[in-house]
Each structure stands twice: as structure tokens, then as C-alpha cells.
């Protein structure tokens, strides 16, 4: 598998559109475009050897499986469930002919008063949801540009969102997005793909990065430690982009660079730092003859199955529903140890899992970050929109307060799974000088940009009926949809 470096390849896409009047098959043969392509791109071919015997993960997720090294591995493309879906079948987005992603939001996503919180799930289920997310998949963007501005109107990375006049939230109508970085399979000009820059994994990577560079970078390199503050906070991170709106804050350093993006993430990343340290401490008093690298490595090797466990064993039941893990054989064994290890399986993420299917817990966002003190019953709540990109509520008197915030996240709920969005991710994610965005309505244009195919595509895929027709009693209706619903999807897609 290769990856080539993305903003080269980006120029492909405009080669092809250009009106060729070639198929991709006949580009792949045509002698200019090849000596074009080879002077574009970077095919980093995968030439280190494995060694069979080394005990524990490589940093960047390489070599798990020796006969496909780089199976999971950080910075290559995403797999797919099914084809790609083009406009152009190259790397146009699909978005002729359908809806705005912002109408589609305020159709069907805006809460105005239907969503609730869960009844069961604690506001921790949505807080491991996102950490869980950050160690198996982050999909690069090709760079920070304003795409509303008129100077990049014909910018190949950007693909705004439009918003329509009469939005009751936002004035302007244009909605930022940049598209994400491409990459092709195979050293050949091919169809556009995503990146996952991060092992694809549950293996910490959030906490000890996707890159032997950056795992050293986080390690204390004594007794087997991460590093930390005096404080016992995550290091700085001096090239951060959080908002150090007080004096005393700085942007924090871990495995995953979006550890800023709101507290409930960073108190996480704080957990698993402290915990690492705290079993690391232990082992050496109990192995003096080890080294730090053999304190480092064993520590990992015990938190990444802790992640596991937890994901595996509470996490997903909670999601999916016992009936489920026990049909999909996802239960785990009471004691001992299971081994369904498929060496010819590939584990790399797939695009719609990522770009679509896992983004499920933005519904379960809550509109507030809090504390919660020791008695169980004084809370201090703090708008979401104020936190975003904000990690004052970490960093208060130097980190004092982040046991109230994880004993709120560990009693307050999530909110309900469901197609309602709260207005502090709908209307205001990331608001910062006025200007805000929408996350549901990025979802939507990320599956556009990502060429993924249709719902009906899915549908097929996943075995169900595919639909042609609107009305839920008739055959190859939305059967199994709510008649509510399906009149919202109706009026934006007939
Ligand atoms: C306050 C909480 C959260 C915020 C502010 C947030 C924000 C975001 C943002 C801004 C993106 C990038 C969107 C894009 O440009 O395409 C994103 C991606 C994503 N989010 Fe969240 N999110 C939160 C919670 C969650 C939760 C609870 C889950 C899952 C249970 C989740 C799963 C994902 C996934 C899988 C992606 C795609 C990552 C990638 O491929 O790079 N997020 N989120
Ligand atoms: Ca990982």
C-alpha cells in the first residue's frame, strides 16, 4: 500500500477534468499524463523489513501483521466498504442535483426542544466515543484556507457549504470547508482516497502518538514514564492552536493533535497519561532489573488493552445493544483469552466508518462542559461554545478542578442518540469572533468530498432493501423510517 504525498497528487483531479475526453484507464496508459504523474507525486513505498520477534507495537502501527506491514499503519490511505463514488469518477464530489448540507441540518438535525438527554448513558460514553475516535482515525485536510473568501474561488481544496438566505443562525451564505488531502492506491494514477494519519489500531495512539517521532517526543525516557507538568497536567505545546484566553493557559501536547477541542477530550487524555505513570511507577518498583524502555513498553502494551477492554467490553454493549454484540460474536470471554486474529483481514479504517457512520456520537454531544464537586450535588456549568479550543477548565489553578470535571462526566448523561444535534455544535462549533460553523452540515459534505455513495448504496451493502419510493407502507418504501422523517428526507430529496 502507498501513500503519495497529497498536495501533489491534488493536481491530478483538475489534469483529468481538464476535458481529456480519456478514461481513467486509458489516462493510466497515456505517456504525458504518467511522465506528469511521476514528476507529481511521492510513492513512499514501504521498505522497512519487520522483525518478527519484537514483543511490542510499533509506534506507527507497522508490521502488526508481517506479511502486510503496512496493514493499519499511520499516514496511508483509507480502506473502503464499497466503491467510491464521483461525479467525475476521479474526484469531483457528488453534489449535483442534491441538497445544501446547512437546509439539510436545519431540516432534519435542528433540536428545537425533541432532543433530550439519554436516560441511561453518562456523559463519559460521548467523552470515550470521541477519545476512542482519536486513536484509530484522523483524516487530513489540505490546508487552513478561508474558501468564502473570493480569492479562492476556484482553490481545488475548497468545496464550501451553502447556506440558504433565510438561515435563522447565520448571515453570511457561504459555510467554510476544505476538502480532504487526497491520496491514490498503487503507484498508478487512480481514483481520489483519504489519508488516516493515525494508526488504525486501538493502541493509545491518542496518548503515545502515530509516529516513533512523536512517541519520543511524549516520553519522559526515565522509568518508563510520559512526560508531564509539575502539576501532573499534559507538557505544553508550544505550536498549539487552542485559545489561550487566560494568562496562565498554554495548548497541551499528546498522541493526537486534537486533544484542545474541548475539555471532557483533554480530561481523558489526562486519565490515560496519569494512569500510564501510575502502572509504570509500579512496575519498576517491582522489575529493577528492567529499563525504562521495558518499563515504557510493558506500561503501553497494558493501557492499549485497557482502551480496549473498555471499548470493547462496556463501551460498544452501550452502543450497540447486547443483541447485537452477541450476533456479530463481539462478546468477549468472561476469563481467559480469545484469539479471532485474522492475519488476512485489513484493519485499516474504512472511510465511511469514519466520515460518516462513527460521527454517530455528535448526537450525543451536551450543550455544556461542568464540574461536578465532591458532594455529589454542586455543579458549575460552562456553555459548550465557550470551550471549544479552550482548556482554561483543565488548566484552572493548575489543574485542581480536572477530578470535578471527569467525576461530571462520570455522573451527568449524554444526550439521547438521535437525528438532533444540540444549537452549541449545530449553530455555533468553533465560534470565535462571531463567526461559527455547523457540525452535522460538515458531516454531510465530508461524505460528498469523501466520494462515498449513496444511503440506497449502503442500504444494499448492509443487506436491506434499497428504496425507490417515498411512501413507508408501499413496497420499496422507507419502511423503516418514520413517517415524520421520511417526510423531511422526501421534501429535501425528491
Ligand atoms: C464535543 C464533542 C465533539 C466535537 C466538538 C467534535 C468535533 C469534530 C470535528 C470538528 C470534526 C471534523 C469534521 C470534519 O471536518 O469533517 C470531527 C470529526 C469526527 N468526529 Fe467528532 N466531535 C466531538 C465528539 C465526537 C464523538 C462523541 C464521536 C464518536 C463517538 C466523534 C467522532 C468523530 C469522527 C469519527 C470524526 C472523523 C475524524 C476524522 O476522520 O478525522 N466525535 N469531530
Ligand atoms: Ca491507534
Known amino acids: 500500500m502507498i501513500y503519495r504525498s497529497p498536495s501533489k497528487i491534488l493536481y491530478f483531479g483538475p489534469y483529468v477534468n481538464s476535458g481529456t475526453g480519456l478514461c481513467l484507464s486509458e489516462l493510466q496508459n497515456d505517456p504525458e ?6 514528476s507529481l507525486v511521492d510513492c513512499r513505498n514501504f521498505t522497512d523489513t519487520c522483525d518478527e520477534n519484537y514483543p511490542y507495537r510499533s509506534a506507527d502501527g507497522s508490521c502488526n501483521n508481517v506479511d502486510y506491514p503496512e496493514w493499519g499503519k499511520s499516514f496511508t490511505p483509507q480502506e473502503r466498504f464499497i466503491p467510491a463514488h464521483y461525479e467525475d469518477g476521479i474526484d469531483y464530489p457528488r453534489d449535483y442535483d442534491l441538497p445544501s448540507p446547512r437546509l439539510i441540518s436545519n431540516k432534519l438535525f435542528n433540536d428545537t426542544g425533541e432532543g433530550s438527554y439519554d436516560k441511561r448513558k453518562t456523559a463519559e460514553m460521548m467523552a470515550w466515543g470521541q477519545l476512542l475516535a482519536h486513536d484509530f482515525v484522523l483524516t487530513p485536510t489540505i490546508a487552513k484556507v478561508d474558501c468564502c473568501d473570493q480569492a479562492n474561488e476556484d482553490n481545488p481544496a475548497c468545496f464550501t457549504i451553502e447556506v440558504p438566505e433565510d438561515d435563522a443562525h447565520f448571515t453570511s451564505t457561504c459555510m467554510n470547508f476544505v476538502r480532504s488531502s487526497p491520496a491514490t492506491v498503487g503507484c498508478v494514477p487512480g481514483h481520489r482516497e483519504q489519508v488516516n494519519e493515525l494508526t488504525a489500531y486501538i493502541d493509545g495512539s491518542m496518548l503515545y502518538g502515530s509516529t516513533k517521532k512523536e512517541m519520543d517526543g511524549l516520553r519522559e525516557f526515565s522509568g518508563g514514564r510520559m512526560r508531564c507538568t509539575d502539576t501532573n497536567l499534559l507538557p505544553a505545546n508550544p505550536a498549539g492552536m ?13 498522541g493526537d493533535s486534537r486533544v484542545d477541542v474541548v475539555p471532557n477530550l483533554g480530561g481523558n487524555h489526562i486519565l490515560l497519561m496519569r494512569e500510564h505513570n501510575r502502572i509504570a511507577d509500579e512496575l519498576a518498583v517491582i522489575n529493577h532489573h528492567w ?7 510493558e506500561t503501553r502494551k497494558i493501557i492499549a488493552a485497557m482502551i480496549q477492554h473498555i471499548s470493547y467490553n462496556e463501551y460498544l454493549p452501550g452502543v450497540i445493544g447486547p443483541d447485537a454484540m452477541t450476533y456479530y460474536d463481539l462478546d468477549l470471554s468472561p476469563w481467559g483469552h480469545d484469539d479471532p486474529y485474522d492475519p488476512d483481514f485489513n484493519p485499516s479504517i474504512r472511510n465511511a466508518f469514519a466520515a460518516a457512520a462513527f460521527r454517530f456520537g455528535h448526537s450525543q454531544v451536551m450543550p455544556e462542559q461542568a464540574y461536578l464537586f465532591h458532594d455529589y450535588v454542586s455543579f458549575e456549568h460552562y456553555p459548550l461554545e465557550k470551550e471549544f479550543m479552550n482548556t482554561h477548565m483543565i488548566q484552572k489553578q493548575e489543574g485542581k478542578k480536572v477530578p470535578a470535571l471527569m467525576r461530571w462526566l462520570s455522573y451527568d448523561k449524554a444526550m ?6 444540540v444549537k452549541e455544535i449545530r449553530d455555533l462549533l468553533f465560534l470565535k469572533n462571531g463567526k461559527s460553523s455547523d457540525l452535522p452540515a460538515i458531516n454531510i459534505q465530508r461524505g460528498r468530498d469523501h466520494g462515498l455513495p449513496s444511503y440506497n448504496a449502503f442500504r444494499e451493502h448492509c443487506g436491506l432493501s434499497t428504496v425507490s419510493q417515498w411512501n413507508p407502507n408501499a413496497n420499496e418504501g422507507l419502511e423503516d423510517h418514520r413517517w415524520s422523517v421520511t417526510r423531511i428526507l422526501k421534501d429535501l430529496y425528491q
Open 33 to 38: 499524463l504518467l511522465e506528469i504523474w511521476t
Open 242 to 254: 487552542c485559545l489561550k484566553l487566560n494568562h496562565n493557559d498554554v495548548c497541551q501536547a499528546a
Open 291 to 297: 529499563d525504562d524502555e521495558r518499563v515504557f513498553q
Open 416 to 421: 439521547d442518540t438521535d437525528r438532533f444535534f
